[in-house]
């Protein structure tokens, strides 16, 4: 089975502050994907990124970033500057194999972010 | 470029009655999904179907039916709803059998049942 811990249930910040978002994860799988989705207070849910496990190399998107660490089984999201328009909740999800054999999306409990100006 | 539509948006039910949440997608998906938002719960997968005719249970399947006559269309049937169902419901969809695949979701339908 597999398993998505985002062990900070909410959290706030000032405008302008940096803030970073954990994500632990368990797999058995040697080969998975790993997601930040973002829903905002509008309540859709936005796809941010996508990593797989062979690649673990930062990304950077602007004020985002992505920093994946396969010894510690973590994928933490780092929002520099952040602005109010962060404000939302951001999930973290894992990719791996059902006992079904087909590909399932197992998620986070999220964590909400308040950005306050 | 419509995307994953859901209707209705928001529905009220008294507790015993049935009804169906639509779920139509153009993008050409074989993979579709459906997940409940509970507060503090995150998102939980309750059906998926990874082509026409073929359908599976996820996490939380109780209380709840699904078919795949369409590639388009998944609906999500509540033949009895009770208060536990009070949820927001997410259709999602992606490429079939492919783990790198994001998924691309409608915008909710907010069920209450009273």
């Known amino acids: 089975a597999q398993k998505v811990t985002q062990a900070q249930t909410e959290i706030s910040v000032v405008e302008k502050e940096d803030v970073t978002l954990d994500c632990v994860y368990e797999?058995?799988?040697?080969?998975?994907?790993l997601f930040w989705y973002k829903q905002p207070p509008s309540g859709e849910l936005v796809f941010l990124i996508r990593?797989?496990?062979?690649?673990?190399q930062n990304e950077i998107s602007g004020r985002y970033s992505w920093n994946f660490q396969k010894s510690t089984s973590s994928f933490n999201f780092t929002i520099t500057a952040s602005q109010v328009v962060d404000s939302a909740v951001y999930f973290c999800?894992?990719?791996?194999?059902?006992?079904?054999?087909?590909?399932?999306?197992?998620f986070g409990k999220g964590t909400k972010l308040s950005v306050i100006p | 470029n419509a995307g994953v539509t859901q209707t209705p948006k928001f529905q009220v039910l008294k507790t015993g009655q049935s009804m169906t949440l639509q779920c139509a997608q153009d993008?050409?998906?074989?993979?579709m999904s459906w997940y409940r938002q509970d507060p503090g719960m995150g998102l939980r997968l309750i059906h998926y179907?990874?082509?026409?005719?073929?359908?599976d249970q996820g996490e939380v399947p109780n209380g709840y039916n699904v078919s795949r006559s369409t590639t388009e269309d998944f609906p999500l049937r509540l033949l009895s709803a009770a208060p536990s169902q009070t949820s927001v419901y997410f259709c999602?969809?992606?490429?079939?059998?492919?783990?790198?695949?994001?998924?691309?979701f409608g915008n909710g339908t907010r069920l209450t049942v009273t």
């Open positions: 999602a969809s992606s490429y079939a059998g492919q783990k790198n695949s994001p998924l691309h």
């Open positions: 797999t058995r799988d040697t080969t998975y994907y």
């Open positions: 990593r797989n496990s062979f690649d673990e």
């Open positions: 999800a894992l990719s791996g194999r059902s006992g079904a054999g087909s590909y399932q999306l197992t």
């Open positions: 993008m050409n998906h074989e993979y």
């Open positions: 179907s990874v082509g026409a005719g073929i359908t």
